[in-house]
């Protein structure tokens, strides 16, 4: 039930969210990443953490989160 509710729900925002996060001056570095971690590394962990706990998983994608955004402050310092 998960999965399909994850499928309809989040699956076609996965490419809008970061551009919603990033600031302009650092979206095409941050897509980069972005598409980079996509699609070289989410896949294989999808395969690995299929059974474990919806915490873990929230907890995995919090840490994502945080980490664009401080990307996204680390460059936005770059140009002061």
């Known amino acids: 039930m998960f999965g ?11 490419a809008v969210y970061p551009t919603e996060v990033l600031q302009y001056n650092t979206r095409a570095k941050g897509m ?6 996509h699609n070289d590394v989410i896949h294989v962990f999808e ?20 980490y664009m955004q401080a990307l996204s402050h680390l460059d936005a310092s770059d140009g002061k």
């Open 4 to 14: 399909f509710v994850f499928s309809l729900a989040y699956t076609p925002l996965q």
């Open 32 to 37: 980069a990443l972005y598409e980079m971690i």
């Open 47 to 66: 395969l690995l953490i299929a059974n474990i706990p919806e915490t873990l998983l929230r907890s995995v994608v919090l840490a994502l989160s945080m």
